[in-house]
């Protein structure tokens, strides 16, 4: 049975820092592209980061470059996202995606997680 299951989420004042955990199980997470999507209110799901099976060359979205970054462990199973400089702009539930085709920044991925919730207060 396939999980990903995030952690990590939770509530933090603007330039604040928050740490996003993934952790797979029941698929070949090391094979696996990993992504980090959200959802604000009342707007579309989009990418926020996603980084290949081996970790090389990830990719961040403009609106997070520098202040977001994406790893992976795949001695772990699992997927980060360290945030800083949180602004208010950054409140969404926060998701976990897995596909086995190479990186990429569509929602096309395969499985998803359920999601954790980041709100960022003034």
């Known amino acids: 049975q396939v999980q990903l299951v995030e952690s990590g989420g939770g509530s933090v004042q603007a330039g604040g820092s928050l740490r996003l955990s993934c952790a797979a199980s029941?698929?070949?997470?090391?094979?696996?592209?990993m992504a980090w999507f959200r959802q604000a209110p009342g707007k579309e799901r989009e990418v926020v980061a996603a980084?290949?099976?081996?970790?090389?060359?990830?990719y961040c979205a403009d609106s997070v470059k520098g202040r977001f970054t994406i790893s992976r462990d795949n001695t772990k199973n699992t997927v980060y996202l360290q945030m800083n400089s949180l602004k208010l702009e950054d409140t969404a539930v926060y998701y976990c995606?897995?596909?086995?085709?190479?990186?990429?920044?569509?929602?096309?991925?395969?499985?998803w997680g359920q999601g954790t919730q980041v709100t960022v207060s003034s």
């Open positions: 980084i290949s099976w081996s970790g090389g060359n990830p």
């Open positions: 995606a897995a596909d086995p085709r190479s990186l990429r920044t569509t929602l096309s991925y395969k499985y």
């Open positions: 029941g698929f070949s997470f090391s094979s696996y592209t």
